[in-house]
């Protein structure tokens, strides 16, 4: 008796059309984002940007919310990889509800919407809290470098600048008077219809590198002209890769130092120091509540130092939910004086290691001075005493796997947008796709 299998008929149509919720089990992330995208987030500051009544009707702003920022969450973070998840995804689809936006719609809404997406990390926030995932008691802060979507290869230096400038120019040059000077003759073997001088591929190629090169120059030259506020890391001269590390932002005639860089493809971008060489990217800096590693408040940078970011971490925390952290912990690259007394004068416990900072801090002109540092010297001691049960031991144990699971569970290593308005925003979403799976995964 030969074995009975069940039907597999793909061409079978069905008598009545399946229920969308049948697509994924019951529990399934791809439903709880859709929902809570419809039932608790404000998406007002998106939907009052449709004010037009006549065209054709576009793709619902819920609808492209929840597909960002569930594909965030599975981590499909490029317009295309979502496009094809649309159709090719049955967890996708149940977020979508059949629809199938182009990649290009979804790139044009994520780039229209970006500040008020970026917004929706607070709300995501306070539904934390609501869940009791976030305790206030300890939360730990740091920092991780993300590659821009641009090649350390496409920098160039401003002594680099001044040299090909003028190579660029000669060589140029030189082609357009050839080209003048011929210009009988190839009219003359090319007809009446052509002139004969047009530019050839490798010849604009050439055109747009001068242009690059001139626009990088200038802007370099106008940063050393008027020096950057050094509170101010996201104004001008943030990307020149001087100014933070007690270099001159001019030489003596006042143009720039031959060292200063400028990337072509994201000037705002920086090379950044890492374990493992240098990246073209962005200082992505987190703080993490202990209880359910929720971050609880986050920002991005275009330098390594992360001393600066200590302040508006804490202050981004008791702005989002009304109420400031116990303690706070950190590494030595979070570590002053002048951090540990913010923290003193706000009535947060500190546990910041003060190994870089033993020798005294830094002047205005890079220069280390020994100086008297009671805050520090009693943090030292304060770490030395609590051993293995100081809540700085805990600190790695709170705060890196939140960057392992976005950089290495999620795929996350790199932006896709650029302009450090842009890439902020996609860190905004980043961080809110993390925390909504959190609150997924805490069932609450």
């Given at each position: 008796m030969a074995k009975v299998f069940r039907a597999w008929d793909v061409d079978q149509g069905w008598l009545l059309p399946p229920s969308l919720h049948e697509f994924v089990p019951p529990g399934h992330m791809a439903h709880f984002v859709r929902d809570t995208v419809r039932e608790a987030l404000d998406l007002s500051a998106i939907l009052d940007t449709y004010t037009e009544e006549r065209g054709y009707p576009p793709y619902h702003p819920g609808m492209m919310v929840a597909l960002l920022l569930y594909g965030y969450s599975r981590g499909l973070y490029s317009s295309r990889q979502l496009a094809r998840a649309c159709e090719e995804r049955v967890d996708v689809m149940a977020v979508t509800g059949l629809n199938r936006p182009d990649f290009r719609t979804i790139a044009d809404f994520r780039k229209r919407h970006l500040v008020a997406l970026s917004d929706l990390f607070v709300q995501v926030l306070r539904l934390c809290r609501a869940a009791g995932l976030v305790e206030f008691a300890h939360v730990a802060v740091d920092g991780t470098k993300l590659k821009a979507n641009a090649s350390r290869h496409k920098a160039m230096s401003y002594g680099r600048m001044k040299t090909a400038e003028p190579a660029l120019t000669a060589e140029v040059q030189a082609w357009l008077d050839r080209a003048?000077?011929?210009?009988?003759?190839?009219?003359?073997?090319?007809?009446?219809?052509?002139?004969g001088d047009e530019t050839p591929d490798w010849m604009a190629d050439k055109q747009r590198r001068l242009e690059a090169i001139r626009a990088a120059k200038a802007a370099l030259e106008?940063?050393?002209?008027?020096?950057?506020?050094?509170?101010?890391?996201s104004g001008p001269g943030a990307s020149s890769g001087m100014r933070w590390q007690g270099r001159p932002l001019r030489g003596e005639d006042g143009s720039p130092p031959?060292?200063?860089?400028?990337?072509?493809?994201?000037?705002?971008?920086?090379?950044?120091?890492?374990?493992?060489?240098?990246?073209?990217?962005?200082?992505?800096?987190?703080?993490?509540?202990?209880?359910?590693?929720?971050?609880?408040?986050?920002?991005?940078?275009?330098?390594s130092a992360d001393h600066r970011a200590l302040v508006p971490l804490v202050d981004g925390l008791r702005a989002h939910l009304g109420r400031k952290p116990r303690e706070v912990s950190g590494d030595a690259g979070f570590a002053n004086e002048a951090n540990l007394a913010a923290l003193k004068e706000r009535?947060?416990?500190?546990?910041?290691?003060?190994?870089?900072?033993?020798?005294?801090?830094?002047?205005?002109?890079?220069?280390?001075?020994?100086?008297?540092?009671?805050?520090?010297?009693?943090?030292?001691?304060?770490?030395?005493?609590?051993?293995?049960?100081?809540r700085y031991r805990l600190r790695k144990q709170v705060v890196e796997p939140v960057f392992g699971q976005i950089k290495q569970a999620r795929g996350f290593r790199q932006f896709l947008m650029r302009g450090l308005d842009q890439v902020r925003g996609e860190w905004a979403m980043i961080c809110t796709a993390h925390n909504l799976l959190k609150l997924a995964q805490s069932g609450r």
């Amino acid at each position: 008796m030969a074995k009975v299998f069940r039907a597999w008929d793909v061409d079978q149509g069905w008598l009545l059309p399946p229920s969308l919720h049948e697509f994924v089990p019951p529990g399934h992330m791809a439903h709880f984002v859709r929902d809570t995208v419809r039932e608790a987030l404000d998406l007002s500051a998106i939907l009052d940007t449709y004010t037009e009544e006549r065209g054709y009707p576009p793709y619902h702003p819920g609808m492209m919310v929840a597909l960002l920022l569930y594909g965030y969450s599975r981590g499909l973070y490029s317009s295309r990889q979502l496009a094809r998840a649309c159709e090719e995804r049955v967890d996708v689809m149940a977020v979508t509800g059949l629809n199938r936006p182009d990649f290009r719609t979804i790139a044009d809404f994520r780039k229209r919407h970006l500040v008020a997406l970026s917004d929706l990390f607070v709300q995501v926030l306070r539904l934390c809290r609501a869940a009791g995932l976030v305790e206030f008691a300890h939360v730990a802060v740091d920092g991780t470098k993300l590659k821009a979507n641009a090649s350390r290869h496409k920098a160039m230096s401003y002594g680099r600048m001044k040299t090909a400038e003028p190579a660029l120019t000669a060589e140029v040059q030189a082609w357009l008077d050839r080209a003048g000077e011929a210009d009988a003759a190839e009219d003359q073997a090319h007809g009446a219809s052509r002139r004969g001088d047009e530019t050839p591929d490798w010849m604009a190629d050439k055109q747009r590198r001068l242009e690059a090169i001139r626009a990088a120059k200038a802007a370099l030259e106008a940063e050393a002209a008027d020096p950057p506020d050094p509170e101010d890391e996201s104004g001008p001269g943030a990307s020149s890769g001087m100014r933070w590390q007690g270099r001159p932002l001019r030489g003596e005639d006042g143009s720039p130092p031959d060292r200063a860089q400028r990337n072509f493809t994201d000037p705002d971008s920086r090379i950044l120091p890492t374990r493992d060489g240098f990246v073209q990217g962005y200082n992505g800096q987190v703080a993490v509540d202990a209880a359910h590693q929720v971050i609880v408040a986050y920002r991005l940078v275009t330098n390594s130092a992360d001393h600066r970011a200590l302040v508006p971490l804490v202050d981004g925390l008791r702005a989002h939910l009304g109420r400031k952290p116990r303690e706070v912990s950190g590494d030595a690259g979070f570590a002053n004086e002048a951090n540990l007394a913010a923290l003193k004068e706000r009535g947060i416990t500190g546990y910041l290691a003060p190994g870089r900072a033993r020798h005294g801090e830094a002047d205005a002109a890079g220069r280390r001075r020994l100086t008297k540092m009671p805050l520090m010297s009693a943090m030292a001691a304060r770490l030395k005493r609590a051993g293995r049960r100081s809540r700085y031991r805990l600190r790695k144990q709170v705060v890196e796997p939140v960057f392992g699971q976005i950089k290495q569970a999620r795929g996350f290593r790199q932006f896709l947008m650029r302009g450090l308005d842009q890439v902020r925003g996609e860190w905004a979403m980043i961080c809110t796709a993390h925390n909504l799976l959190k609150l997924a995964q805490s069932g609450r």
